[in-house]
Structure formats: C-alpha cells, structure tokens
C-alpha cells in the first residue's frame, strides 16, 4: 500500500468515525512500527520509530536506543550505556537519543488489519472518555433513558449520544420489571473506572433518586423556596423526607404533598408504590426527631449528646405504630436525623430512668464520698458525671437549695482528686456495667471501687484472684472468693453448652 493510500485511509477512518487524522496518523505508525520491529528477531525489545508526512503519505522508520547511566542495567536491544553511547558518538548524553534510519515494512494487508484494531480501540477510548467528561457534573442527578438489553444481573440503558449506563438488579426496587425499550428513570449512583473503562452506574434505590423525583413535581423545591433537609428510604415499601421553607409564608409539607396529594402521590406511582411521609424540618434535634416519628405521637425524649443517642417514649397503644412493622418506622427515623433511637414506653421510659438516678445516686455517695440525701439533690439538679461537679461554674451551684459554699468546695475538691486519680492513671474514671451492678451479691459501693481499679464487668471480676479482691477494705476471703464463682458462672455454661454440642456430634 503506497502513500496515497494511507491518505484514503486516514481521510475514510477520520470521516466516519469523527475522530482527528493525528488519531489516526498514530494508529498506522504504530501498526508499520509493530512490522518493522519483526525484522529483528534477535532484539525483541527493537524500539522503532515511524514518522509519516501527512501531507504526502510518505514514511521512514527509525531504530531508536535511550543512553542511561553506566551503573543502569541497560535493556539490551533498546537502550545504551553512556559508554556504548560514546563509541558512536562522544557528544551522547544520559537521557538523549540515538537512532538510525531503518527499512520500513510495506504497509499492506495484515498491517492495515493492525491499525484498524488500534484505531476502534482509540475511537472506543475517546467515547467512553467523553461520556464520563460529559457525565461527571451530573453524578447524582437524574437521567432518562429506554432500556437497551435485559440480562440476569442488571439492565442496560440507553441515555442516548452514544451514552450507555447499567443499572444492576441490586439498585431496582424489588418487583421492578423493565423489557427492551421501556423508558426508564434513575439517578446516576456513580461512575466506575476500574475494569474495561469507565461505566455509568444507575440506581433508583439511593435517597437521593427520591430528592430529584421531588424537584421535578414540586417547583417550589427546584427554585429553592422549600429545602429537602435529608431522605430515608426502604426502596419499594416507605420513605421519609425533612422539608423546610425559605419563605415564611408557604407551608413546606402541604407544598410537597400538593392538592389531594397530586404531588406526593406522582412520586410515589414512579416508585412502585412506595409510601413517602414528609416531616417538618427542625434544628432543635429532639423536635426533628418528634416529627420524624409522625405518626406515632411522643411522650418524652431523654438525649443522650456524647452518644448521639435518644430514648424516645410513647405511650403503650402508640408503641407498636412508632417502631413500625420490622422496626422500618423507626430505623427510618433514625437515618433521617442522625440520631440512633430507642423507642419504648412510657413505663418502661419511668423505669430506666429510675435505674439510670438510682446508678447516679450511688456514683456519687461512693465517689464523692456523701450520704444519700445531697447524691440525690445532684441526680434531681441534673449531674450525671463528677466532671460536671468539678467544673461547672460555682455561681450554678451555690444557687442550688442546700448547698452552700464551703459544702460547694469541698465537692468540687473531691471531684477533681477523683478525676486526678483517674489521669494518674493514664485513662477516665470508669464506670461499672449493669452486668456488673446487678450481679447477685454486687453493692453500689463495692462495683464502684471495683470501677476505679479497672474492673468495670462480670468478665473483668471472673478474671480475678481472691487475694487481688480482698485488698479491698471490708471485702473477706469467703465474700471474695463467692463473689468471683458469680462471676465465673457463665465461663462453666460456656463449657456446658460446648460438651453438648461435641456429644451431638459424636452420636
């Protein structure tokens, strides 16, 4: 094949598949060079070079070798030493190269039949990098798209220019069923570089596919008069939004459900049926957390900061409608504030708050070393640790009924030798498990001095020795020695349940 026909070549190649002729120019160098390069079966690392002139089709080809360092293991066939280098030409430098013009391979047949290959490769390289250039200010908006092949593990989507995205089985809302040429819609969850190149990957199980169904059938939402705050979604069953108004006068839920809940229920329709409670968006957590239990009504709420935690109380007939079936209402509560929830009832609320003082009460008789009567005056003040008691301002505490300022001082006193101790340490004063608490032959008194020595659960004490427990004031050898088989009975049950299981099996 001469020089004109590799102009026809690069000129029907650049005509039909859009691509530039340097594109294609590059391709059949390469093919001519991979030729070539078989001419010298001895050195399979041969590094040729093959320079067309565009203008007039003409080529050579050039054996080329990179000068490296003496002390470089130079690869034989493609690179020289600055030694080897100077014997040819002493002005060859480190990181120069030398190359001698070589005789071309006639570019026919099996070399167009290579460049062809590069070339679709190129053409297939440049598409997929211009629908991610194209896609990526998109990642998390919605697309359309019509269903171009069905197949067992996921759905390929036809977005159109040449655009192609996959939407797994994994990202359908369970019953879904789409056939060839179905329209679909999606969010585009992300988009996957790894593997044959980059792929397109759609859901419309994520929250954020039910935020942008909203934006379209709500335009308050798209000329951001109202705010979607967070979304929460079992795909297919229920889901939970958090709305606020920029405007004082629209009502941001009834902007969403629409008349005769035209707007919420076209969202719904869209995904398969789905049931979408919209709430009132709050920046106080325990009344968000309120409205996103609608429609199961809340009693009280204990918060709980350091663990972001709430216990959330209802009454009895409102528990069953507040957990929701599988515990769904709650846990999408939950996602949607943030907040891990713990719903119960109002007696079992009254009750594990009883147990929540009555363990404050007798931290603070045993840590800070008072009687009943000012451990409880702190428990009903609101402290719930000694740092509390050793930091907060002492005009708050003077202003406390029975309090006065040297009995202030001197629990501030013992609240920081407690905290001290602690540091001393090398950690923060531990407290002791309910496992511990409760255990049967167990005082307040006893558990918290076992806390202070580290010995916070039932394991911790298993792990004791009698004479390691009776260093403690007012513990004797038999208290110490029955206290520690209570705390070993489980390590026995263990052993039990084992045997049985290995008897089991041998039989």
């Known amino acids: 094949m001469g020089s004109k026909e590799i102009l026809q070549v690069v000129e029907l190649f650049s005509n039909e598949k859009g691509i530039p002729k340097s594109v ?12 070539t390069r078989k001419r010298f079966d001895e050195d399979e690392e041969a590094d040729i070079r093959v320079a067309i002139d565009p203008a007039t089709g003409e080529y050579e080809s050039f054996r080329r070798w990179l000068v490296v360092a003496d002390d470089h293991m ?24 030398y190359e001698i013009p070589v005789e071309s391979a006639e570019f026919g047949r099996i070399e167009a039949q290579t460049a062809k290959q590069v070339i679709v490769q ?42 192609e995205a996959l939407l797994p089985r994994e990202n359908l809302i369970a019953r879904e069923i789409f056939r060839v040429n179905d329209r679909v819609r999606a969010i585009l969850h992300e988009i996957r ?44 069953l229920r889901a939970k939004i958090a709305v606020k108004t920029n405007d004082g006068r629209i009502d941001p839920v009834g902007a969403c459900v629409g ?15 789905e049931r979408v409670d919209i709430v009132l968006w709050d920046d ?35 528990l069953a409608q507040a957990i929701g079936r599988g515990g769904q209402n709650v846990r999408l509560a939950s996602e949607l504030t943030g907040w891990k929830l713990n719903v119960m009832s109002e007696e ?22 008072v009687d009943i009567e000012l451990s409880q005056i702190l428990v009903d003040e609101g402290f719930t640790s000694i740092d509390e008691v050793a930091y907060v301002p002492i005009e708050e505490m003077l202003a406390i009924d029975g309090l006065d300022e040297d009995l202030v001082e001197t629990l501030r006193a013992r609240a920081r030798d407690v905290l001290l101790t602690a540091a001393l340490a090398g950690e923060e004063a531990k407290e002791p498990q309910d496992d511990l608490l409760t255990m049967e032959g167990m005082t307040p008194g006893l558990a918290y001095q076992l806390a202070d020595r580290g010995v916070s659960t039932m394991e911790d004490l298993a792990e004791l020795s009698v004479d390691e427990l009776t260093e403690i004031e007012g513990v004797d050898e038999v208290s110490a020695a029955a206290l520690i088989m209570k705390a070993r009975e489980p390590w026995f049950a263990d052993e039990e349940d084992q045997s049985a299981e290995t008897q089991s099996e041998q039989e």
């Open 259 to 273: 008349m005769r809940g035209s707007r919420v229920q076209a969202v719904s329709n869209e995904l398969n049926g």
């Open 348 to 369: 079992q609320a009254e009750e594990r708050q009883e147990a929540e003082s009555e363990k404050l009460l007798n931290m603070f008789m045993v840590r800070l070393d």
């Open 122 to 163: 190129k053409v297939r390289e440049a598409e997929r990098e211009k629908v991610v250039s194209d896609y990526e200010s998109r990642l998390h908006a919605l697309v359309n798209g019509s269903v171009k092949k069905v197949t067992r593990d996921a759905i390929i989507v036809d977005l159109g220019g040449a655009a």
């Open 284 to 318: 106080n957590p325990a009344q968000l957390v309120i409205n996103a239990m609608s429609p199961a009504e809340v009693s009280s709420i204990v918060m709980d900061e350091d663990n972001r935690s709430m216990d959330v109380a209802v009454t009895e007939d409102n």
């Open 74 to 97: 130079a690869i034989l066939g493609s690179e020289l030493t600055t030694e080897e280098a100077h014997e040819i030409d002493p002005g060859l430098q480190v990181g120069d190269i």
């Open 24 to 35: 294609v120019f590059e391709a059949i160098e390469q093919a001519i060079a991979t030729a």
């Open 193 to 236: 570089t790894e593997g044959r190149g980059p792929q397109l990957i759609l859901s419309r199980k994520a929250p954020e596919f039910l935020i942008e169904l909203f934006k379209i059938e709500v335009p308050e939402i798209a000329e951001e008069t109202i705010e979607i705050r967070g979304a929460a979604r079992d795909p297919g």
